[in-house]
Nanobody, 117 residues
């Protein structure tokens, strides 16, 4: 079955950095867009970044442009989100998703990020 497992969350200070990683199995990884969503406490999930199957197309939400970098390694079936210059409003749960060409979307279980001094 499809599994997406996120890792790398934790506690960071404002201005600090964290790298999230998503390991996929059960899918043809290179044919899926990979995305990272953020859910702040009490809010809905919002797209933060995504990347096409070959890595040639990348999207960032305005709130993370210049701070976050999404990447993927199709040989390892992983998609990473490097988060620099973290802000307190980046606190929340980060979810990895994989979306097929037909529109089927799979979600990971999420990883918690807390940005606090």
């Amino acid at each position: 079955q499809v599994q997406l497992v996120e890792s790398g969350g934790g506690l960071a200070q404002p201005g600090g950095s964290l790298r999230l990683s998503c390991k996929a199995s059960g899918i043809t990884f290179s044919t899926h867009w990979m995305s990272w969503y953020h859910q702040a406490p009490g809010e809905e999930r919002k797209l933060r970044a995504d990347i096409s199957g070959d890595g040639g197309d990348i999207f960032y939400a305005d709130s993370v442009k210049g701070r976050f970098t999404i990447s993927r390694d199709n040989a390892k079936n992983t998609a990473d989100l490097l988060m620099n210059n973290l802000r307190t409003e980046d606190t929340g749960v980060y979810y990895c998703t994989a979306t097929s060409a037909s529109g089927s979307r799979y979600w990971g279980q999420g990883t918690q990020v807390i940005v606090s001094s």
